[in-house]
T-cell receptor
Framework: NAGVMQNPRHLVRRRGQEARLRCSPMKGHSHVYWYRQLPEEGLKFMVY????????ESGMPKERFSAEFPKEGPSILRIQQVVRGDSAAYFCASSPPHRATETQYFGPGTRLLVL | KNQVEQSPQSLIILEGKNCTLQCNYTVSPFSNLRWYKQDTGRGPVSLTIMTFSENTKSNGRYTATLDADTKQSSLHITASQLSDSASYIC?????????????FGTGTKLQVIP
């Protein structure tokens, strides 16, 4: 049973470009969470999704950021018109259905560098 | 505002020695407290999870304690190994709002040297 997978592991973008980060949850998991970790800081919650539904996006910036978790395929975190301040590690985590309060399993993260 | 503070920020110990990491939180009421280990360049991995009614939880050489009255938790590592070098993160979930409302500490960076 493969763990949570994220790709790419590293992503370099120039200011103004778009960044697309992908997350495939563990098999059987239908809850996905996205977190952002700035250098020397803790993880910050961004968004919580279930299949085809955004449950809580209170941690996500209102502009330029969007997330989806389609019925088929990975969850996508999309950042439009990236700025230098978007440079960070973005982690995805998943948990089983009906057990959202149980342990989350984290992916290896995508490190985004905006030049 | 819910906060989770960890100390020390960083720690260097000799291989084979024990150490204790601290976590103080203001989340109240709270549902559970977890300790994660995050190796450099990797995602966090869960070590222990405790509800408010539990005082201690062990996972191999890792032992977490919880005092819900003083809102303090500690993670004790026994007979440290080089592979214990990592950041250790304390995470607190409030009683309401579900897991997505958790608060992460900034972590303690542990370095074990030979």
């Amino acid at each position: 049973n493969a763990g949570v997978m994220q790709n790419p592991r590293h992503l370099v973008r120039r200011r103004g470009q778009e960044a697309r980060l992908r997350c495939s949850p563990m098999k059987g998991h239908s809850h996905v969470y996205w977190y952002r970790q700035l250098p020397e800081e803790g993880l910050k919650f961004m968004v919580y999704l279930q299949k085809e539904n955004i449950i809580d996006e209170s941690g996500m910036p209102k502009e330029r950021f969007s997330a989806e978790f389609p019925k088929e395929g990975p969850s996508i975190l999309r950042i439009q018109q990236v700025v230098r301040g978007d440079s960070a590690a973005y982690f995805c985590a998943s948990s089983p259905p009906h057990r959202a309060t149980e342990t989350q399993y984290f992916g290896p993260g995508t490190r985004l560098l905006v030049l | 505002k819910n906060q989770v503070e960890q100390s020390p920020q960083s720690l260097i110990i000799l291989e084979g020695k024990n150490c204790t990491l601290q976590c103080n939180y203001t989340v109240s009421p709270f549902s559970n407290l977890r300790w994660y280990k995050q190796d450099t360049g990797r995602g966090p991995v869960s070590l222990t999870i405790m509800t408010f009614s539990e005082n201690t939880k062990s996972n191999g050489r890792y032992t977490a304690t919880l005092d819900a009255d003083t809102k303090q938790s500690s993670l004790h590592i026994t007979a440290s190994q080089l592979s214990d070098s990592a950041s250790y993160i304390c995470v607190v979930s409030p009683q309401s709002g579900g897991y997505q409302k958790v608060t992460f500490g900034t972590g303690t960076k542990l370095q074990v040297i030979p």
